[in-house]
């Protein structure tokens, strides 16, 4: 049996378990093949550049707590 790295929950419900036999076969995919299998996931779309405007930087390590 496969070593389970996370199981994620969607947004429908549905769970996914992600294994190290999900990293082995998108190892051999193409990049395009990845860019197109995860635009046609619902849940894992872009950000668009209004969204990507409202995000704040953070940065753990800072010594800076302000």
Do not use: C, H, W, Y
């Given at each position: 049996?496969?070593k389970?790295l996370?199981?994620?929950?969607?947004?429908d419900?549905?769970?996914?378990t992600?294994?190290?036999?999900v990293?082995?076969?998108?190892?051999?995919?193409t990049?395009?093949e990845?860019r197109?299998?995860?635009?046609?996931?619902?849940d894992?779309?872009?950000s668009t550049?209004e969204?990507?405007?409202?995000?704040k930087?953070?940065?753990?390590?800072?010594?800076?707590?302000?």
């Amino acid at each position: 049996m496969a070593k389970i790295l996370g199981t994620f929950k969607k947004t429908d419900g549905s769970t996914v378990t992600v294994t190290e036999e999900v990293f082995k076969e998108s190892d051999k995919m193409t990049e395009e093949e990845v860019r197109a299998g995860a635009l046609s996931d619902p849940d894992a779309q872009p950000s668009t550049k209004e969204q990507l405007k409202k995000f704040k930087r953070v940065n753990p390590d800072s010594k800076d707590k302000s």
